[in-house]
């Protein structure tokens, strides 16, 4: 009965690849997320996406795209990884204006 | 409590004490936020909100103050717990005619994080 999972857990790829992370909510909410944590533990939102709207971080580079196949999908595209692009990644759902649900995160490194 | 800076803020209590968490907000047009507190290895999960109409909210052990007077947040702990060892993350959400588009994007506090000793 998970509420926000995403898949993998963990994926080690290398410089110059692309991949894909996957989240799935099965909570009927109508909006979802994509969020980056830093090594400091920081985070910063980088999409937030309903059946509406994409709102973009302007700060996220092209190179990263949501692609929502329907309401409880939301999965995150990287093209031409980048060392900096090491950090975990995490999907979270809502219902608009309201709290979020976070899944469990995937650990991004690039070598 | 929480700051922007190179390291994230540390807060250490005994067990049984009370501990309480600050952080300050930017946005005067913020109308709804929200404590998170991530525990190692796992995702931020909600722990209280209160919206911009109110200046206190209890919860379980938990208590949220709002202060809009200065923008600032603070989440009180009572009898902290082991269990409780997180970090703690504050949230502001703009209300969607604030913000662009008609949609909004919440943004997150730096955290905090809370060491309770046994």
């Known amino acids: ?18 991949k894909s992370i996957k989240c799935e909510q099965n909570l009927g909410h109508d909006t979802m997320y994509w969020y980056k944590q830093d090594s400091k533990k920081f985070l910063k939102i980088m999409f937030s996406y309903n059946n509406k709207e994409l709102i973009i971080n302007e700060t996220v580079p092209n190179r990263f795209s949501p692609k ?4 409880a999908h ?14 975990v990644y995490f999907c979270a ?4 204006s309201r709290e979020q ?3 469990p995160g995937t650990r991004l490194t690039v070598t | 409590g929480e700051s922007v800076g190179l390291h994230l803020p540390t807060l250490s209590v005994q067990e049984g004490d009370n501990s309480i968490i600050n952080c300050a907000y930017s946005n005067s047009a913020s ?11 796992k995702g931020p999960q909600f722990i209280i909100d209160i919206r911009s109409n109110m200046d206190k909210r209890q919860g379980q052990r938990v208590t949220v103050l709002l202060n809009k007077t200065v923008k600032h947040l603070s989440l009180q ?9 997180a970090v703690y993350f504050c949230a502001e959400n703009i209300s969607p005619s604030h913000a662009s588009g008609g949609s909004y994007i ?13």
């Open chain 1, 1 to 18: 009965d998970t509420a926000v999972s995403q898949t993998p857990k963990y994926l080690v790829t290398q410089m110059g690849n692309d």
């Open chain 1, 68 to 71: 929502s196949p329907d309401k």
């Open chain 1, 74 to 87: 939301l999965n995150l595209h990287i093209n031409s990884l980048e060392l900096g692009d090491s950090a």
């Open chain 1, 93 to 96: 759902s809502s219902f608009t």
């Open chain 1, 101 to 103: 649900y976070f899944g």
């Open chain 2, 31 to 41: 109308d709804y936020f929200i404590w998170y507190k991530q525990e190692s290895g």
């Open chain 2, 77 to 85: 702990i009572a009898a902290t717990q082991p269990g409780d060892s």
């Open chain 2, 106 to 118: 919440p943004t997150f506090g730096r955290g905090t994080s809370l060491i309770v000793h046994p």
